[in-house]
């Protein structure tokens, strides 16, 4: 039987929360990421963000298999904290993923924190879904929607999940504001995942809201 499910290519993927919330949506997921990500939970390549570009979207296209990319892209280059503390000259990478996407034909989502150039994006936030989280990211997507949950700040009560974890086993699992359980709970992830990519993750019912949506416009454009 052909497998006739939407393919999400997630770049930049880290541990997984995107793609976690995709997958509940209805979207088969293929991770790529130049680090090696042990608990990614679905199938993982390790390349450069650009590699599998040059032919996963022809395969893809052959198989007769629509697909979606989201992409996202290192965020030290406009994080707030980042900016205050460290010095250090980050990669913009935002202007080429957007405009090598902009090359396939597939709708796309580009992923980062307050602060990064998106183009017209939404902004997340875990009160939004009822999580206990405060964590606004925002979201550019080719095909935005025209209506998104807003924060709930004042009605959930949202810890920030924030904090250095290096050094001993014990700051691994009990960084600032809430141990690694704690940060697990509150942004809903269910898999295995250390503080450090739980730190960097976003909660997973950001994209499976996205994700529902995209597969709605998936089905109204073959539908045409």
Known sequence: ???????????????????????????????????????????????????????LPGLWEREKRPYVIHASPPCQAY???????????????????????????????????????????IKLCGT??????????????????ILFPPCNHYRHKAMRVTGNTGGSSKRDTEALFGTLEDWKISMGIDWTITAFECKEAIPPAYTEWIGKYLIEYLRSKNAE
């Open 128 to 145: 939004s879904f009822g999580l206990g989280v405060r964590r606004h990211r925002l979201f550019e997507l080719s095909d935005p929607p």
């Open 79 to 121: 994080s707030l904290l980042t900016n205050m503390w460290d010095k250090t000259i980050h990669s913009d990478l935002i202007p080429n993923v957007r405009e090598r996407l902009k090359l396939i034909n597939a709708p796309y989502v580009i992923e980062n924190v307050i602060g990064a150039p998106l183009l017209s994006p």
């Open 1 to 55: 039987m052909q497998n006739d499910k939407p393919i999400l290519l997630d770049l930049f993927c880290g541990a997984g929360g995107a793609a976690v919330g995709y997958n509940r949506a209805g979207f088969d997921i293929v991770g790529v990421d130049i680090n090696k990500q042990p608990n990614y939970p679905f199938e993982f390549i390790q390349a450069d963000w650009e590699e599998p570009l040059y032919f």
